[in-house]
C-alpha cells in the first residue's frame, strides 16, 4: 500500500492526507461534514444518492465526494452557490416519490433523510414526483419493508451482501421502477432471510423497521386476567440508555428495572440467569462431546441468525449446533413450568414477554420448536427500541429513575452471564465452566479472564488450556466471517468449540438495538459496539459471581426441578432441534 | 428430514455447461428464454443454483434487461416504436389502435397467446417512421387504420393452429430427491 501523502484545500483549509483518501473523508478532517445518504464508510461507497456533491476546481461537473479519490493536490469548495443548490435538488426528488407521512412515522425525528432535508434548508418541494403505492410487506414476525420510503441508497443490500454474505436484496427492474428488493420481491418472511436485522440498522429512513409488538404487549398489561412477566437479555442494559440521550456504553440496570416496573410487568427478570443455564448446559455438551460423543467442533446456538444462517447455508454442519435454546427461549419454559408451579400460577394465564436486541428473536419465538403441550415459550419480542418507545409512551423520565433490582427467584446472574452479549462471550462464560467442572470444582483455578477471546475483530482463535485438555476456539461475529471458519472446518481443519453471532459485535451490535444514525451518526460505527461491549465487561469484573455454575438460583433451579445438566427434564425444556432449509429450493413455489 | 422433490431441466444444464464462465449469465439466460419463450421464477431458481450466484443477483439481472421476459410470451411480438421520430409521427396513436384491437395493455399477452404488445425505444428505422415491428417483420410509414388490417394478416396465418395450449418446448423436468 502507497502511503504517499497528498497536500490539498478543502474551503481554503489546508489538509493533508493519504492518496486515495476520498474528498468526503478528508472534509472530515478539517471539521467539514459533507451531507450524504448513501455512504457507509467501506461498505457502501457508490455515489448513488448524489447528496455528497461538491466543487472541485477545474473540473466541470460537480463530483460525488464519496467516491472521489485524491490523487493530486487540488481545490475543493464544499459549500458553494451552486453545490447547496445541486444539493437541495436531489433531496427534493428524493422527496418528491418519497411517502412522506413523517409525523406517524416511526423513525420520526430519527431519519436520515428528515435530517439531511433539514439540514439543506428544503422548504418547499417544486417538483411532485408519481407515488408508488407499493404495498407494505409484512407477512413475517420480524421485518417490515416498506419500498414507498425507499430511497434507493442500497445500503440495505450492501450491509446484507458484504458484511452478512447472506445475499437477500439486490437492485430489481430499473429506472424509475427500480427497487432494492429481495428475487422476485417477495416478503422477507418467505427468503434466506437470516432475520438479523441488520439491514433496519442500515436504512436512513423507516423503509425497514422491526415489526412492532408494542399494541400487543400494552394490551396483556391491561388485562388483569393476565400476569405479564418480562426477561431483559444482557445487553440492552448497556444500550437502552442511548435512546435517552446517555453516552453508548452507559449501564443501566437498576433503571431499566424501575422502569420495566413502572409500566406494569409483574416480574422482571434478567436473561442473564438463562444464559448462566444455557452455559451448564453447553458446557456439558462440550464435555460429552470432547469425551467422545457427537461431533467436534460444537457450535454455539445462542444466536436465531445464525441458527437460520446455517439452516439455510451450511445445512451439512447442523449437527455441530449444539441442541441448546438460545437463553431467552429456556427461560421462557421455565417461567410457564418450574416458575408457574412455585408461584401457583396457571401458565395459560403468563405472558411472557422478552426484551430482546434483536429481529431475529421474534422470528425464533414465532418457530414451532419453541414451545411445547401448546404453550409458547415466548408471547412476545420487543427490540430495545420498541422498550424505549414504551417508557416514552409512559412518560417516564428514565433518567431520573431510581435503581431497583431484578425479582427474585431468577434475580441473580454471574458476569458470565452478562458478557453473552459481547462477541466472544459465550465461548469464554462455557470456557470458565467447563474448566472448573473438568477440573472439580477448583475455585483456585485463577483462570476466569480470557482477554484473547475478547475485541472486535471479525474472526478470533485461541488455544484454551482446560487443564487436562487443550481446546482450539474459534470465535466470528457477522455471518460473512462466520463463512471463513465453516469454511475451514469443510476443508478439513479441526476445532473443538465454535461461536457464532450473527451480528457484528455480538448482541451490543443487534439488528433490534438503537439506532445512532441520523444527524450525528451517520455511518454504522466500531465505536459504539466497543463502548457497548465494555460496559458488559465492567459489570462482569464487577460482578462477585463470575462463573455460571456458581449461580445459588441456577444450582437451586437443577436441585428442585431440572435433575441434572442434558438430564431428562432439561432435554424436554431447554433443548431442540434444527431444519435444514436448503439455499434455493426452498424458494420454489 | 424430508424429502423434497427437485427438478432438473436436463436442456438448462446443457446451455450452462456450454457457457458457464465468468460473465456468462446473461448468456445462459438469452438461450434459456429462446428455448422456453420465458425465464419463470422456477427457472431462474433452477439457474441461480447451478451457477451457485445469489438468486437475488440473477433475478435482478433478469429483471434489469427489458430484453428479458418473466412471463410467457405470444407467438408475435409487436414492438411499438417509441423514438422521437416515430413518436413525432403519431407512435402513440398507433400504439392506442393496437390496444384497442387486442384489448390488451403494454406488456400483456393476448388471451389467444398469439400476440404480445410492447413499447420500445428506438429500432433506428426512422427513415421509415412510424414504425412497428411484429415477429421478425418490419412495418413502416403506416397509420392507425392500416393496424387491424396487419394483425389479420398474422390471425390468418395461425388459423389452423391452437396456440393456446400448445407448449413451444418440451420441458424435460426429471425429479431428483434432496434431503430438505
Known amino acids: 500500500m502507497s502511503e504517499e501523502i497528498v497536500q490539498l484545500t478543502i474551503d481554503d483549509v489546508e489538509v493533508e492526507v493519504e492518496k486515495g483518501t476520498s474528498i468526503l473523508e478528508a472534509a472530515l478532517k478539517v471539521g467539514i461534514e459533507i451531507p450524504s445518504l448513501c455512504y457507509l464508510k467501506e461498505i457502501n461507497e457508490i455515489g448513488a444518492c448524489r447528496v455528497c456533491l461538491v466543487e472541485v476546481e477545474g473540473v466541470k461537473a460537480l463530483q460525488a465526494s464519496c467516491v472521489y479519490p485524491i490523487t493530486q493536490p487540488i481545490k475543493v469548495y464544499t459549500s458553494t452557490e451552486r453545490v447547496r443548490k445541486a444539493r437541495k435538488r436531489a433531496v427534493e426528488l428524493l422527496l418528491s416519490e418519497h411517502d412522506r407521512e413523517c409525523t406517524v412515522c416511526i423513525r420520526n425525528l430519527n431519519c436520515e433523510l428528515q435530517n439531511v432535508a433539514d439540514n439543506l434548508g428544503i422548504r418547499n418541494l417544486r417538483v411532485t414526483g408519481e407515488s408508488k403505492n407499493y404495498p407494505i410487506q409484512m407477512d413475517n414476525p420480524f421485518i417490515m419493508r416498506d419500498y414507498n420510503k425507499c430511497i434507493s441508497c442500497r445500503r440495505c443490500e450492501a450491509i446484507c451482501s458484504k458484511i452478512q454474505e447472506v445475499h437477500v436484496y439486490s437492485a430489481q427492474r430499473r429506472g424509475l421502477n427500480t427497487v432494492i428488493a429481495p428475487a422476485f420481491m417477495r416478503d422477507l418472511g418467505s427468503t434466506n432471510c437470516i432475520t438479523c436485522g441488520q439491514c433496519v440498522i442500515a436504512c436512513p429512513t423507516a423503509s425497514l423497521v422491526e415489526k412492532e409488538a408494542i399494541e400487543d404487549v400494552w394490551a396483556a398489561l391491561e388485562d388483569k386476567d393476565k400476569y405479564v412477566v418480562v426477561q431483559t437479555a444482557p445487553s440492552i442494559q448497556v444500550t437502552l440508555g442511548e435512546i435517552f440521550g446517555m453516552e453508548t456504553g452507559t449501564i443501566v440496570t437498576g433503571k431499566m428495572v424501575a422502569a420495566l416496573r413502572r409500566l406494569g410487568f409483574k416480574k422482571v427478570f434478567p436473561t442473564d440467569l438463562s444464559a448462566d443455564l444455557t452455559i451448564m448446559e453447553e458446557a456439558h455438551e462440550l464435555i460429552e462431546r470432547l469425551q467422545g460423543h457427537g461431533k467436534l467442533p460444537l457450535m454455539s446456538s445462542c444466536c436465531p441468525a445464525w441458527v437460520k444462517f446455517a439452516e439455510h447455508f451450511y445445512p451439512q454442519l447442523l449437527e455441530h449446533l449444539s441442541s441448546c435454546k438460545s437463553p431467552h427461549e429456556m427461560f421462557g419454559a421455565l417461567i410457564k413450568t418450574y416458575y408457574a408451579k412455585k408461584e401457583g400460577l396457571d401458565p395459560k394465564k403468563i405472558v411472557s414477554v422478552a426484551v430482546m436486541p434483536c429481529t431475529a428473536k421474534k422470528y425464533e419465538a414465532s418457530r414451532p420448536e419453541m414451545g411445547w403441550d401448546g404453550y409458547k415459550d415466548i408471547d412476545y419480542v420487543i427490540t430495545t427500541r420498541e422498550l424505549g418507545r414504551m417508557i416514552r409512551q409512559a412518560g417516564i423520565h428514565f433518567r431520573n429513575l431510581a435503581d431497583e433490582p431484578f425479582d427474585m427467584p431468577f434475580g441473580v446472574s454471574s458476569g458470565a452471564g452478562a458478557i453473552f452479549g459481547a462477541t466472544g462471550g459465550v465461548i469464554e462464560a462455557a470456557v470458565r465452566s467447563a474448566y472448573a467442572i473438568l477440573n472439580n470444582r477448583n475455585k483456585e483455578m485463577g483462570l476466569i479472564d480470557f482477554e484473547e477471546l475478547r475485541g472486535q475483530s471479525g474472526v478470533k482463535e485461541a488455544m484454551v488450556d482446560l487443564g487436562k485438555k487443550k481446546i482450539k476456539v474459534a470465535i466470528a461475529h457477522g455471518t460473512g466471517n462466520a463463512r471463513i471458519i465453516l469454511d475451514r472446518i469443510l476443508n478439513g481443519e479441526h476445532y473443538d468449540y465454535i461461536e457464532i453471532m450473527g451480528c457484528p459485535g455480538g448482541c451490543v451490535g443487534g439488528g433490534g438495538q438503537p439506532i445512532l444514525g441520523g444527524r450525528d451518526h451517520k455511518r454504522i460505527s466500531l465505536d459504539y459496539r466497543h463502548n457497548r461491549a465494555d460496559a458488559l465487561y465492567k459489570i462482569d469484573m464487577h460482578s462477585q459471581l463470575r462463573q455460571s455454575h456458581d449461580n445459588p438460583d441456577v444450582r437451586k433451579l437443577y436441585e428442585e426441578f431440572l435433575g441434572e445438566p442434558l438430564g431428562e427434564m432439561s432435554k424436554k425444556l431447554l433443548h431442540t432441534t434444527y431444519t435444514p432449509r436448503g439455499l434455493y429450493f426452498n424458494l420454489l413455489k | ?180
Not at chain 2, 422456453?36 to 450466484?53: C, H, N, P
Open chain 2, 1 to 180: 428430514m424430508q424429502l423434497k422433490e427437485k427438478p432438473v431441466y436436463k436442456e438448462i444444464d446443457a446451455v450452462i455447461e456450454k457457457y458457464n464462465k465468468p460473465g456468462g449469465l446473461i448468456r445462459i439466460l438469452q438461450k434459456v428464454q429462446d428455448m422456453y419463450g420465458y425465464l419463470s421464477e422456477d427457472v431462474q431458481i433452477y439457474i441461480a443454483d447451478r451457477l451457485k450466484l445469489p438468486i437475488s443477483e440473477v433475478n435482478g439481472v433478469v429483471t434489469f434487461y427489458s430484453l428479458f421476459s418473466t412471463k410467457p410470451k405470444g407467438k408475435y411480438t409487436i414492438g411499438v416504436c417509441l423514438g422521437t421520430a416515430c413518436y413525432v409521427k403519431g407512435a402513440n396513436d398507433i400504439l392506442k389502435k393496437i390496444k384497442d384491437e387486442l384489448k390488451i395493455n403494454e406488456d400483456e399477452t393476448t388471451e389467444d397467446g398469439l400476440f404480445t404488445l410492447r413499447a420500445t425505444r428506438c429500432i433506428g428505422a426512422c427513415g421509415l417512421a412510424p414504425v412497428i415491428t411484429v415477429g421478425d417483420d418490419v412495418h413502416g410509414r403506416i397509420n392507425p387504420g392500416e393496424v387491424p388490417k396487419i394483425l389479420s394478416k398474422y390471425r390468418e396465418k395461425d388459423v389452423d393452429t391452437n396456440i393456446k395450449n400448445k407448449d413451444k418446448v418440451s420441458c424435460f423436468r426429471v425429479a431428483e430427491y434432496i434431503k430438505e
